[in-house]
């Protein structure tokens, strides 16, 4: 079984930065690709930003050059740096991880909430 702990969402003003992590624990079997989702209320769950194991990421265009994902591979953990919050990134957002025996794991999820 594999774990996923989010943390860092919160409330902060348009304009403002949010950091969130997301730890990975359990029978993980190597880390294909872990990455960050969201759901807006009445939307769909969308993907946000995904990084490989060796490091190559992937964004959506709504957040290219505001959003940044990193992750530290010793400690199975990513994160998602997010400045120029805008009132439209309020979501819930879910942590992700795809091991490499083709198993896909999620987050319980964090809000983030963004005010104008």
């Known amino acids: 079984q594999v774990q996923l702990v989010e943390s860092g969402g919160g409330l902060v003003q348009a304009g403002g930065s949010l950091t969130l992590s997301c730890a990975a624990s359990?029978?993980?079997?190597?880390?294909?690709?872990m990455g960050w989702y969201r759901q807006a209320p009445g939307q769909q769950r969308e993907l946000v930003a995904t990084i490989t194991s060796d490091g190559r990421t992937i964004y959506v265009d709504s957040v290219k050059g505001r959003f940044t994902i990193s992750r530290d591979n010793a400690k199975n953990t990513v994160y998602l740096r997010m400045n120029s919050l805008k009132p439209e990134d309020t979501a819930v957002y879910y942590c992700?991880?795809?091991?490499?025996?083709?198993?896909?794991?999620w987050g319980e999820g964090t809000q983030v909430t963004v005010s104008s």
């Open positions: 359990g029978s993980i079997f190597g880390v294909n690709a």
């Open positions: 992700k991880l795809n091991n490499r025996l083709g198993g896909a794991y």
